[in-house]
């Protein structure tokens, strides 16, 4: 298993190398030179010429490419061309929120999706079964914008109950040292009860935005997996010998439904530290993805390709781990 | 079990309150930078300016220079060398003394790119060669010498005169910083882990990127008696739906920047009021005379009286804009001439004046609209189509185009450029030369003659270098009055509007008072 991880491992080189190559090219293939995007309709050529010799945009593109991942090869990410802050810097203060919410929105997705799965299953074409089916397609086409806002308008606005976003009440926020990044943790380390409120009550509505999707798509894949197991000769040989239905679920088909479902749970996982940008961006949320949006937006190539390159490595290493949870969960796969 | 949780959870969203004691205001972005001097953006500067003073502060809600650290300037006969009194007696928030040394060792920064105190990785310090022809060593620095005269005096030397100078310097880029502040912290200086020391009144307490930024009453604050709240919180909530979110569920007391579609939906709130900021800003349709249908005067003005500007502005701002001809903002009237009045809308005469310069049947026209919102364009698409039936009407074939915005930016300047484009400019400081000089001072680097070279108009290039150089203020008025007239009847850039910037408060926000100038010192505001 070891000789597996680390081929697995060393096999990941090329692949990020692969992204840092098409990161630039992408970036490249933006119609437009960055420099005349960062200062407006008033800079002069003058001036974009001299940010154009600043930003190295002058030399060669493959000239450009390799500067920029011999620095990667340093640990250096580069400097942010609107605010001159190194990006590694930036990023690292950032991934915590990313991560923190990510993993709130994979604990709802999980919680509510997976339940929402098996009742379906176990209850096939009834009621419960179509109504959860058909939230669970409401749920992935649900352009994620708008659910936020219809959120905040609702539970925050209107109802008052939840905040409208950011990380942190405002008085809350006044004097806050964050020791880990993690609010939630910081929180509890400071065994402030009344700080972790607050930190929760911030989370549950981008968590929710952010968790609708997977949560959708784990209920979906949640019942296919479950019919299949029931369906099998196992689980009839298991209701013949009596046992309880609850355990004929729960220890006999959902362990071995699992499988297809841990696989989902990893990838949407992935999928989220990326796909925050649009939930961070209507909740204020200082991550990673309202970063990279705002270095799309700004034209701010170090912090597109340093960030993108962050999130990418952050993906295929979650994918690796969740290879090789499947041994735990099946003794039958073998790594070679 | 469910009932507790919300209980708690609400509990931890509603917290303490934070009374009458704090403003929180939502701001639109994250500064860059609270270091002055070195930033151009308007995110940047709304909090300076509560850091920070200028040596010429403007009068509440206009462009009118009045004192602020200087408390009087004047210029030599010549009108090169400007004097300028500091306001004695005045500390910056760690409680060292402003005077002239101290604003000397601000300028040089700005202007000399040697200076060893500059931060130069960063290397921007951009604004000032913009704003004053060149940094120390160029040609075309304005600024020839800065000296001290005595421990409350200042002199510019100048290389030329340079009447716009105490509004130039006066603007918000220019806040004065501590110098002992900028040397301990070096690098760090005005960034998320430095700090930020100015004379303002509000000094920095702390900032938290992405989230908050905490500010506290200047206990050492000149103005008797302000600022009038004790401390102001910068929320940062980049996404405008989202910010209008926070100002209904009352967790912002104020805020910017508020979509002109959002106007109705404040007026029928209870709790908020809509709040104008005067236009400083114009957009502008540009006709360029490269195309050949352009180059004659009278096919410009016949588009200019053809497009219903007034239509336009009352469909796309409704009461967030006006036209009016001038190609300065209202807030600029001492400048503008009485002379000139809007073309009429009629279309039956400009197609009439149409034939008689030889295009009875119109012509095709490639008219660009950009595709970002700007404060002067919120919908650029939309306004575009609408020009594009008003020109229908005359004869003129429009074809709408765009491009990508650096690429829009970029290709307006290569030769022959765009045949007609939309765009704009918001201005620096209240003086016209700064909306005059960047449009049309020869040669125009984006407009073109017939035959591909950068237009050069001679007598109005003259008129500019004469309204930039004059020192007497009455003359000054009459010479950009006629360039005014000028610009006007060439019809190279259409005024199609001067747009108010929308904001929103709560209603218990008392004495807000906002600037043309696009930032102001919050040290009125109170919350009652």
Do not use: C
Not at chain 1, 177 to 194: C, I, S
Not at chain 2, 20 to 36: A, D, I, R, W
Not at chain 2, 240 to 269: H, M, Q, V, Y
Not at chain 2, 320 to 348: C, I, R, W
């Amino acid at each position: 298993m070891w000789s597996y991880f680390l081929r697995r491992l060393v096999g990941l080189v090329p692949v990020l190398f692969g992204i840092t190559l098409l990161v630039f090219l992408f970036l490249k293939l933006i119609p437009g030179d960055p420099a005349v995007a960062i200062l407006g309709e008033r800079g002069t050529p003058e001036q974009v010429e001299a940010l154009r010799e600043k930003l190295g945009l002058n030399r060669p593109l493959p000239e450009q490419y390799l500067a920029f991942v011999r620095r990667v090869l340093t640990g250096d990410l580069g400097v942010s061309a609107v605010s001159t802050i190194p990006v590694g810097e930036e990023l690292k203060r950032r991934w915590p929120a990313t991560f923190e919410l990510a993993l709130a929105a994979t604990l709802v997705a999980v919680l509510l999706g997976i339940p929402a799965g098996i009742l379906a299953a176990i209850r096939k074409n009834t009621l419960w079964d179509n109504l959860s089916m058909s939230l669970s397609l409401v749920g992935v086409s649900m352009p994620v914008f708008w659910l936020g806002l219809l959120l905040v308008y609702l539970f925050a606005v209107h109802l008052h109950w939840l905040p409208t976003g950011g990380r942190l009440s405002t008085e809350a926020g006044i004097g806050f040292k964050p020791l880990t990044g993690f609010y939630v943790l910081d929180a509890l380390l400071r065994g402030d009860f009344r700080l972790l409120a607050d930190v929760l009550a911030h989370l549950v509505l981008p968590a929710l935005t952010l968790g609708t999707i997977p949560l959708a798509i784990l209920a979906r894949i949640t019942r296919s997996a479950m019919l299949e197991v029931l369906s099998q000769d196992y689980v009839r040989t298991a209701r013949a010998k009596g046992l309880a239905e609850r355990q004929v679920i729960l220890k006999h088909a959902f362990k071995n439904a699992l499988l297809p479902v841990v696989t989902v749970v990893g990838l949407q996982f992935g999928t989220l530290l990326g796909g925050a940008i649009l939930t961070e961006t209507i909740f204020s949320w200082p991550g990673i993805g309202s970063y990279i949006y705002e270095g799309i937006l700004n034209r701010d190539y170090p912090v597109v390709q340093s960030g993108v390159l962050v999130v990418a490595l952050a993906f295929v290493l979650i994918n690796l781990l969740v290879d090789l949870s499947y041994a735990l969960l099946d003794p039958r796969i073998q790594y070679r | 079990m469910k009932r507790t949780l919300i209980g708690i959870l609400a509990v931890g969203a509603l917290g303490l309150g934070l009374g009458q004691k704090t403003l929180v205001f939502g701001h639109n972005g994250e500064p860059v930078s609270l270091e002055p001097g070195n930033i151009t953006d308007g995110i940047s500067i709304y909090v300076q300016r509560q850091i920070y003073d200028t040596l010429v502060d403007f009068k509440p809600g206009t462009t009118e220079p009045v004192a602020g650290l200087a408390v009087s300037w004047f210029a030599s006969q010549d009108g090169k060398v400007w004097t300028f009194r500091l306001r004695q007696g005045v500390k910056f928030q760690d409680g060292t003394d402003l005077d002239a040394e101290a604003v000397k060792f601000n300028v040089e920064r700005w202007w000399d790119p040697k200076n060893p105190t500059r931060i130069d990785a960063a290397a921007r310090y951009e604004i000032w060669p913009k704003l004053f022809g060149g940094s120390k060593g160029e040609a075309g620095s304005l600024l020839k010498e800065v000296q001290v005269v005595d421990k409350y005096t200042i002199r510019f030397v100048l290389t030329r005169p340079f009447p716009a100078f105490p509004a130039a310097i006066g603007s918000g880029y220019f806040g004065i910083a501590s110098p002992s502040a900028i040397k301990k912290d070096g690098a760090k200086y005005g960034s998320p882990t430095g700090s930020a020391v100015g004379t303002g009144p509000y000094r920095l307490v702390e900032w938290r990127p992405g989230d908050q930024i905490v500010l506290e009453k200047n206990p050492y604050y000149w103005k008797k008696g302000y600022p009038k709240t004790e401390r102001v919180v910068f929320k940062i909530i980049k996404d405008p739906a989202a910010r209008l979110a926070a100002l209904k569920a009352g967790t912002i007391d104020f805020t910017t920047d508020i979509p002109p579609a959002n106007l109705k939906d404040i007026e029928s709130d209870p709790n908020l009021n809509a709040v104008f900021r005067p236009s400083f800003n114009v957009g502008y349709l540009a006709l360029n005379p490269s195309h050949k249908p352009l180059a004659d005067v009278r096919v410009r003005q016949a588009i200019a009286m053809a497009i219903n500007k007034k239509a336009i502005v009352q469909a796309f701002w409704g009461k967030l804009g006006v036209t009016d001809g001038h190609f300065t903002p209202p807030s600029m009237k001492a400048y503008q001439s009485p002379k000139v009045t809007d073309y009429e809308y009629n279309p039956q005469k400009a197609k009439q004046i149409l034939a008689e310069a030889g295009y009875p049947n119109g012509f095709d026209l490639e008219l660009w609209y950009m595709p970002v919102s700007r404060p002067y364009f919120p919908t650029p698409k939309e306004i575009a189509e609408a020009m594009a039936a008003d020109l229908s009407a005359i004869g003129i074939r429009v074809k709408l185009q765009t491009k990508d915005w650096a690429a829009y930016l970029a290709d307006r300047r290569k030769a022959p450029g765009f045949q007609a484009y939309m765009l704009g400019w918001t201005g620096d400081y209240g003086d016209p030369q700064n909306f005059y000089d960047p449009h049309f001072a020869s040669p125009i680097t984006d407009l073109f003659d017939a035959s591909g070279k950068p237009l050069d108009l001679k007598e109005l290039n003259d008129l500019l270098v004469k309204g930039a150089t004059t020192s007497s203020a009455e003359e000054r008025k009459k010479i950009y009055q006629q360039v005014d007239e000028t610009t006007f009847e060439l019809a190279l850039r259409v005024p199609i509007v001067h747009s108010q910037p929308l904001l929103a408060k709560r209603k218990n926000i008392a004495g807000w008072v906002p600037s043309p100038l696009g930032s102001e010192s919050f040290e009125t505001i109170e919350k009652r």
